[in-house]
Every structure is written in C-alpha cells, then in structure tokens.
C-alpha cells in the first residue's frame, strides 16, 4: 500500500483487505520505521465501510508530517485499543520535501544485535 501524505490535507482513506471490522470498537493505525524502529501512533482510526471484501479506515496524521522528511518503507499495524483486533503490514509513505532532515541512530533489533558467526575450519592432512 502506498499512502501520499500532503500537509495541507493530512486527513487520508486507506483501504485494507481486511472483512467485516467492527465499528463499534477504537482503532490506533501505528507506523514504525524499519530505520529507526520509532512507532508513530495515530488515533482515532474512522471506519468509513466495512463489508466482505475490504475496510476503508480514514486516518489522520500529526501535523507536521507532511512536510517532515518521512519518505520510506513502514511497518504498519491497525489495532484496536482494547487488544481484540490487529493486523499489520507493509506501507509505502510518500510526503512533501522540505523540513528538517533530522538524523536519527538506526538501531539494530536485539535479535541481531549479538549474533555471532561459527567458523569451521577444514584440516588439511
């Protein structure tokens, strides 16, 4: 999914493959960037249809995103804030260029952080 976040219309629909979400619950759509690993929670999360097929949500992002240098490839996730939904996914966020570049550490997952590699060695006879 690729989602074009214009500063001066921060408000977006995205259409999700996900049926019959109940509107009866509150949405948080949460990005986090595969760089820095920092969550960006955005809520209230508006159901505008939900049927067989798909659900459109309608999101709106803090101000100053638009115009924040965000472009890249996301992790997304749309949960309910009582924890009985959640799915997630890949989303591409395209912004407007100009304001700061703001440099953030890339931080490793722990996962990674001490993994260390086994060498065998053949003998030689």
């Known amino acids: 999914m690729t ?5 001066s219309a921060l408000t977006v629909q995205l259409t999700i493959n996900e049926p019959n979400i109940s509107a009866l619950l509150d949405y948080e ?8 690993h920092q969550e960006v929670i955005m ?8 049927n067989d097929r798909y659900t459109q949500l309608e999101v709106t992002f803090p101000t100053g ?11 997304y996730e749309i ?4 924890a009985q939904f959640t799915t997630h996914g890949l989303v591409k966020i395209i912004c407007e260029p100009g304001g700061q570049l703001g440099i953030t ?13 086994d060498v065998y060695y053949r003998p030689t006879y």
Do not use: W
Not at 3 to 7: A, F, L, P, R
Not at 43 to 50: A, D, L
Not at 105 to 117: G, I, K, L, M
């Open 3 to 7: 989602i074009i976040v214009d500063e």
């Open 29 to 36: 759509f949460v990005l986090t960037s595969q760089y820095s």
């Open 43 to 50: 809520s209230p999360v508006s159901i505008i249809i939900s």
């Open 65 to 75: 995103f638009g115009d924040a240098h965000k472009n890249g490839i996301y992790n």
């Open 79 to 82: 949960r309910s804030t009582n």
């Open 105 to 117: 550490n890339y931080t490793s997952t722990p996962d990674t952080e001490e993994r260390v590699a």
